[in-house]
């Protein structure tokens, strides 16, 4: 699987969008980009994922750059509640799913 | 309602001893995993398995073993060879391509070994 680079924390004020940046620079053809958040002491969450368009859902926007090597987590009303640790994944369609050290979300009021 | 269950929430046990955790899925996925989590960092992969009777060693794989004798159940054994077993530990199971591929989590089991 591709490696992953995302931000250590950030902060982000309630209300307001939050931009959530992923760098695979060795990104495959045939790997998604995933997304997963997780709240204090509890199981990973699914958010969303994507090949190489644009994808959004109730919960989130994804925007990949054409090449591929990056991508951005949209969240674009961040409430107190989406205070969390944000992991960005690339795996294939093999069944090895490896999480990196996640980017680790404030929301302040 | 479909989901996977971790049992117990939390466990104790001495040191050199043998301890097995449990991780029961009713959602029919075919893949399942096991990651360890130390406070502070992120998720760590120990073993997967993509089907009943296999499995394969993850990033962290030595001093645990796991079965897959059954699609609903992954059981994973934490052995006195593991040098640092105090860890939350997270269960997972995975939808198939045709339906996402997305990964769904138990709420882990939290061992203490002292």
């Known amino acids: 699987d591709a490696k992953t680079t995302q931000p250590p924390s950030m902060d982000c004020a309630e209300g307001r969008a939050a931009n959530l940046p992923c760098n695979h620079s060795t990104i495959s053809g045939n790997e998604y980009v995933y997304w997963y958040r997780q709240i204090h002491s509890q199981g990973p969450q699914y958010i969303i994922h994507?090949?190489?368009n644009n994808e959004t859902n109730e919960m989130a926007s994804l925007i990949i750059t054409e090449d591929r090597k990056s991508s951005t987590l949209i969240l674009p009303h961040a409430t107190l509640r989406d205070t969390a640790v944000y992991y960005c994944?690339?795996?294939?369609?093999?069944?090895?799913?490896?999480f990196g050290a996640g980017t680790t979300v404030t929301v302040r009021a | 309602d479909g989901g996977i269950t971790q049992s117990p929430k939390y466990l104790f046990r001495k040191e050199g001893q043998n301890v097995t955790l449990s991780c029961e899925q009713n959602?029919?996925?075919?893949?399942m995993y096991w990651y360890r989590q130390d406070p502070g960092q992120g998720l760590r992969l120990i073993y997967y398995s993509q089907i009943v009777n296999d499995f394969q060693k993850g990033d962290i794989a030595e001093g645990y073993s796991v079965s897959r004798e059954k699609k609903e159940s992954f059981p994973l054994t934490v052995t006195s060879a593991q040098k640092n077993p105090t860890a939350f530990y997270l269960c997972?199971?995975?939808?198939?391509?045709?339906?996402?591929?997305?990964?769904?989590f138990g709420q882990g089991t939290r061992l203490t070994v002292v």
């Open positions: 994944i690339v795996s294939a369609n093999d069944y090895k799913l490896s």
């Open positions: 959602l029919n996925h075919d893949a």
């Open positions: 994507g090949l190489k």
């Open positions: 997972a199971s995975r939808q198939p391509l045709d339906r996402g591929r997305q990964a769904f």
